[in-house]
Each structure stands twice: as structure tokens, then as C-alpha cells.
């Protein structure tokens, strides 16, 4: 018996197959563009490739990410919040808190033993502190986004961004090398504005060990260590952590096929 | 999947009774002012907290609330216009919505979507909003009516209620007092009428009995299911308890939403058909998406049981508030002292009445909606929301937008976060078994 999660989120769509003894047997990821039930659909059709199954297979799909609504072969919606929740306890059963850094918006979440929210914080509307930062910097450095984290751990001194608008940031960064500031020690600045942003959000649901960070950033080797110096230990990550709000999607999948708990509104019971 | 709810409720005698009389008033209201305006007849433009109704009322002097109007333009989809007219002239984004509103309509020729806003012939303001005092300054210098600020001292001890039998509390009704003996003389220059000090024993007479009726209404809702919504239902109690302050056409509606509602608990007729989660309302809803904001909390069965709103914008009445008619403007004094302090304090004491309502009205969470526009009412809501949580176990939600900003409504951000909240709530529920 299989089930999938899907994540449609502002900037890119995740999904994963997973059996019923929660093995991953397919991942799939896509740029989210502007048309977010196609997105979902190509994330699950290239999760479902890498598996010897077909769609009728599926026996549940819970949808989740700000596009979460527009997956019209989901059958239940829960919110990427409770998602990230239950994805980092299953990856790492230690989790207590989690730190989410996304496209848009930026997750803080104390999360009980068995992955449930016990508390939440989450940026303001504006995308400070979020991987749109990242974005902003890629895009005024003419820098792909993979090598910005490798370039910042070269930095020597790093700038001070002042600016906490993502719009502005470009500016800033050109400001920076304007003046004759070395290129990962601007990176660097942007890294940092970033951290401790994220770092202060969790705060905020107070820090308590083990802290799992998920999201895309998570491959970011720059951020991993900034936001492990920032909370004073090392923080869990690894390669699935990207699909972290999928997998915690297709767990709840899996509560519904299994226990059929929750709702019509595909609540995380 | 959702399913579609019908419901089923007996029928009631007394139900729609607060609808129609709502409506009534509020449009009578609209009237007098567009008849007093058109007659050149001084109108007070006043406050929903410490508007000093009791007084202006004893001189017959028609009262405008600018914030009841200014919310009244954003629930009509209306408020973007004078948003933007105010911004023309110069006005920050950054400034009270409810004040540019203001100022788009008077910029605009005062055509408001339910009548004609009038000028203000006098101005009452208090320091109980930092805004009012400069708002007030800029009607002042645009119509050049007199205006009265009240200046209330604030308690300098510690804790939320002043201490009343406090030679420090003695100093500042005499204080006070004084400052209302100052605006009868005012309000008797600009109406051209005496002062009747039995007519004002009988406006304080009619507030206590509003009083009374006020909080046995609140107290309906500790009943489950809850049989009105604080925050749709409450809103409308609320602006009709302003503008009717003190007078008898104020106790009959009172009279009437009590009898609603007690005929509701009577037939356990909640505001919703499945009441499943009960809410505390901290802030304001965002007037502009006012259906859209209590339909995502009405999607999960949530209901605002109660609302900080309905207590702080109310003067005091939901606080048991008692004038003594043998010495009214006396009275009159202490009471504005006492019941304005949780409003004067409200940023470093409102959780204790939070976690005091929390309990009475057993909540299953409280909504703190912080107004971008406002960060006198905003200020604290984040440390509010973790007290709760860490020292009475009460989750909370912490969103925000704004009175009557569209700009700064986010939907999808808005709802991702309420979503997330009941998702946890039910977590919770299921958690503990119940």
C-alpha cells in the first residue's frame, strides 16, 4: 500500500511515495511557477516514476504548502506547519524544535515526541529572513543559488546587511561591492542577516533540543553551520530534510489509510 | 470533501429582534447626524473609549464616532478610497487607518456610504489612545472648534485596577472631576443650553442599567454552545452601546439582545451549528475582509466566545460599572478612572485578563490580531500570546492586518496560519483524549 504527500510551495513542489512501513520509495521535485495544481502534478508523476507503481496505486495523497488547495487529485489538505512538525520527528525522533526556512516564509515549531505542533512562529508577511533572501542574492550576484553557501564559508570579514526588505537587499549587495567588498564576505552578510532572523523566530517557541532544520535551505552549507553556531549545537539535517513537509504529508496520508482518522479537512489526528 | 452543514434550529420568538433593531438605530443614527450637519447644529466628534457620552448626551449634543464610522466605510468596501485621498494629502501609510479614513472623507466631501459625516462643532478626546489627542488637533485647526482633551493620570502603582481607597486615587477624581466640570461649561457654550444635573442622574442611571444588561449579555456566552458570535455579533453590541450610551433607546436594545440570546441558551441554539472550538478574540478583525476573517475561523466550527474588543472600546460597561446618582459627576470621575485602567495598562497587564477570561469562558484558544496600523492596541500581543501558553497552558494564534487597510490582508498567509492553529488545537484535543 502506498501513500504520497505533496508540498506545493511559493518557490518550489516536493512529493514522495511512501509505503506503509514509511519507506520512501520516490521523490520528486519541481519549480512551482505559476500554475500550482500543474506543479503538484509533475512533482507526483516524477515521485511515482522512480517507483514500479501506477497512480491507482496511491491509495491517499495529502496535499500541503501554500498550493496545497490547488492539488485536485489530493484528497485531504494539511497545513505545512503540522507537516514539517511530524516530517522532523520521523527523520529524527529526538526533534523538539523545528526550524523551517522556505521560500516565502520562515517556520519556527515546538513539536511534541510524536510530531504534533505544540507552537508555532512564523515570519511577518514581508519575505525577511526568508530563502527569497537567498534568491535576491543570487540574483544580483549572477550566482547560482547551489554555490552561494560553499562561496560565504570562504568569507573573511562579512558585511552587516542593514536592510531587512528582500527588495532593497539587492541594492545593498550592490552597494557592498560598490565598494570594494570581497563577494563571499557580502555573501556572507546575506547568510547571517538570514540566520539570525530564522534563529530569533525560534526563540521565540523557545529553543529546546534536538533542533531540526528542513526546507530547501537545508542544503546550504553556509546556513547549516550559522544556524548550528547561532543555537549553540549542531543542528539534525540531511538529504531527505528537503522533502521534509512531503514526508510529513504522507505520513498523515498514511493516519487516514491506515486509522482513517482526521476529518473531510484532512486534519493531522 | 467538505460536507455541507444544515441547520436545523427550532423556531424562535425573539430571533433576528437585535438585526432589525441594529439596523434601525444605526440608520436612525446616520439620520440625526446628516439632519444635524444640514441644520448647521454643533456636533461632538467623540471616542469609543472615554467618549464622555454621559455628559454631551445631558446637553442634547448629537455625537459622531469617527472609528465606528471609519470601520463602517471598510465593512462597505469603501475604505480604500478615503485611504488613499488621505495618503494624496500627505499622510503616511504608517498612520492610523481609522484617522485617514477620517481624513479622506472630510478631504473628499464628507459623503460617507451611510450618510452625511458631519463636521465637528466640538471635539472630546482623552489621552486613553495617544492618536486621539493629535487627531483631534487636526480638526481643530481644519474647523477651528473647540476641543477638550481628558487627561487621565493613569495609575503610577503596580498591578491592573487602581486602588480605590488610595489617597493617590482621591487626588485624581478631584482632578478629573475638575476636567468634567470643564466640559459641561463647554459643552453648555456650544449647545446653548443649561446644565440639568437630574438630567444627567438620569443618562448615568440609564448607563448603569446598560451597565447591568451589558455584562449579563457577556455572560451568555459561557454557555455551550456559545449563542453569539463576540466578533460579528459583538461588533454591533458594541457600536450600538456608543452611540446610545445613556439613553433609554440604548437599555431597550440591550433589552432586546439579552432576551435574544437568553431565548437561544434556552433552546441551546448556538451562533453555530457545531460549536467545536471556542475563542477568545485579542485585537480587532481586519474590517475590510471582515467575512473572509471569521469565515476562516468558522470553517473549523471556531466561535469567539468573547473579545478584548468588546470590553476595551465598551467604557467600562462590561466591567460592572456603577454610577452613585447622589453625586454624579463625583461618581462620574471615579468611574472613568477605574475602568479606563485596563485599557491605560493594557500593555503590561492585559494577559491577566486574558488568562481570567480564558477561564471563565473556556476557551480552547485565544486569536491575538495584531493591526499594523495600531501599535498602541499591538504593542505586547507576541508576549501576551507566550505567557498565556507557558503559564496557563492557552495556545494562541498570532496573525496580523489591520483595521481597514486592504493592502495589508494576505490571505494565503492568513489562513495558512489560522489553519495551522486548529490543526494543532486538534491535535491537542485528541492528545488529551477528549
Known amino acids: 500500500m502506498l501513500v504520497a504527500g505533496v508540498d506545493v510551495g511559493s518557490t518550489q513542489t516536493k512529493a514522495v511515495i511512501i509505503t506503509g512501513e514509511h519507506e520512501i520509495l520516490g521523490r520528486g521535485l519541481c519549480s512551482t511557477g505559476a500554475k500550482l495544481a500543474d506543479a503538484g502534478e509533475t512533482a507526483f508523476n516524477l515521485a511515482l516514476e522512480q517507483t514500479e507503481f501506477a497512480e491507482p496505486d496511491v491509495a491517499f495523497v495529502v496535499g500541503t504548502g501554500y498550493g496545497r488547495f490547488n492539488i485536485d487529485f489530493g484528497d485531504a489538505q494539511v497545513t505545512e506547519i503540522s507537516c514539517h512538525a511530524r516530517g522532523a520527528v520521523h527523520l529524527f525522533p529526538g526533534t523538539r524544535s523545528v526550524l523551517d526556512i522556505g521560500g516565502q516564509d520562515t517556520k519556527a515549531i515546538k513539536v511534541t515526541a510524536d510530531g504534533q505542533v505544540v507552537d508555532f512562529n512564523m515570519n511577518d508577511k514581508c519575505a525577511a529572513g526568508t530563502g527569497r533572501f537567498l534568491g535576491a542574492a543570487s540574483d544580483a550576484l549572477e550566482i547560482p543559488l547551489g554555490e552561494l553557501g560553499p562561496l560565504a564559508l570562504a568569507a573573511k570579514n562579512p558585511v552587516k546587511m542593514t536592510t531587512t526588505c528582500t527588495v532593497f537587499a539587492e541594492s545593498e549587495i550592490l552597494g557592498w561591492m560598490a565598494k570594494g567588498r570581497r563577494i563571499e564576505d557580502v555573501v556572507m552578510g546575506v547568510h547571517n542577516s538570514i540566520a539570525s532572523r530564522s534563529v530569533s523566530l525560534l526563540r521565540r517557541v523557545g529553543i529546546e533540543p534536538e533542533i531540526t532544520f528542513t526546507g530547501g535551505v537545508t542544503r546550504n552549507t553556509a546556513m547549516v553551520e550559522l544556524i548550528s553556531e547561532l543555537v549553540g549545537s549542531r543542528v539534525n539535517t540531511n538529504e531527505e530534510s528537503h522533502y521534509c513537509g512531503a514526508i510529513g504529508a504522507a505520513l498523515y496520508a498514511l493516519d487516514q489509510v491506515l486509522t482513517g482518522a482526521g476529518t473531510e479537512r484532512g486534519l493531522p489526528t | 470533501m467538505e460536507t455541507q452543514k444544515v441547520a436545523i434550529r427550532p423556531a424562535l420568538s425573539q430571533a433576528g429582534n437585535t438585526r432589525t433593531a441594529s439596523r434601525a438605530l444605526m440608520d436612525n443614527w446616520w439620520k440625526q447626524l446628516g439632519e444635524a450637519d444640514a441644520a448647521a447644529q454643533p456636533v461632538a466628534n467623540t471616542f469609543v473609549m472615554g467618549s464622555l457620552a454621559e455628559v454631551l448626551n445631558t446637553f442634547d449634543i448629537p455625537m459622531s464616532f469617527p472609528e465606528i464610522a471609519a470601520l463602517q466605510t471598510a465593512v462597505k468596501g469603501k475604505a480604500m478610497d478615503y485611504l488613499l485621498a488621505a495618503e494624496d494629502l500627505g499622510y503616511s501609510p504608517d498612520i492610523c487607518g481609522y484617522v485617514k479614513v477620517d481624513i479622506g472623507l472630510h478631504a473628499t466631501g464628507r459623503d460617507h456610504p451611510l450618510g452625511k459625516y458631519p463636521k465637528p462643532g466640538m471635539v472630546v478626546a482623552s489621552n486613553m489612545c495617544n492618536t486621539y489627542i493629535k487627531w483631534a488637533e487636526v480638526w481643530e485647526r481644519q474647523y477651528g472648534c473647540p476641543v477638550f482633551v481628558l487627561d487621565l493620570p493613569g495609575w503610577r502603582g503596580t498591578g491592573f ?45 440609564n448607563v448603569n442599567r446598560m451597565s447591568e444588561l451589558y455584562q449579563s449579555i457577556l455572560a451568555m456566552n459561557k454557555n455551550k454552545p456559545a449563542p453569539f458570535n463576540a466578533l460579528t455579533e459583538g461588533i454591533n453590541y458594541m457600536g450600538i452601546a456608543n452611540i446610545l450610551r445613556g439613553l433609554p433607546e440604548g437599555v431597550e436594545f440591550m433589552e432586546t439582545v439579552l432576551a435574544e440570546l437568553e431565548e437561544r441558551v434556552a433552546h441551546g441554539v448556538g451562533a453555530l451549528t457545531d460549536e467545536r472550538y471556542r475563542l477568545l478574540l485579542v485585537g480587532t478583525a481586519c474590517y475590510t475582509n471582515f467575512r473572509d476573517f471569521v469565515g476562516m475561523f468558522e470553517r473549523w466550527d471556531g466561535v469567539f466566545v468573547a473579545s478584548e474588543y468588546m470590553s476595551y472600546a465598551g467604557g467600562g460597561i462590561d466591567r460592572g460599572l456603577h454610577y452613585d446618582l447622589s453625586r454624579p459627576i463625583e461618581s462620574l470621575a471615579e468611574q472613568i478612572l477605574i475602568t479606563s485602567q485596563p485599557s491605560m495598562s493594557g500593555i503590561f497587564f492585559s494577559h491577566e485578563w486574558q488568562a481570567k477570561m480564558a477561564e471563565e469562558y473556556d476557551v480552547d484558544g485565544i486569536c491575538y490580531h495584531g493591526v499594523k496600523s495600531c501599535r498602541t492596541t499591538a504593542a505586547g500581543l507576541p508576549d501576551a500570546r507566550e505567557w498565556l501558553l507557558n503559564n496557563a497552558g492557552v495556545p494562541g494564534l498570532f496573525i496580523q492586518s489591520d483595521l481597514v487597510d486592504s493592502r495589508l490582508w494576505a490571505e494565503a498567509q492568513m489562513r495558512n496560519r489560522i489553519d495551522a492553529f486548529f490543526e494543532s488545537l486538534q491535535s491537542r484535543r485528541v492528545q488529551s483524549g477528549v
Open chain 2, 161 to 205: 485596577e487602581y486602588d480605590s481607597s488610595s489617597e493617590t486615587f482621591r487626588n485624581d477624581v478631584k482632578y478629573v472631576e475638575g476636567q468634567i466640570r470643564d466640559l459641561i461649561s463647554l459643552s453648555a457654550e456650544v449647545s446653548g443650553k443649561k446644565f440639568d444635573i437630574d438630567k444627567l442622574r438620569e443618562i448615568l442611571g
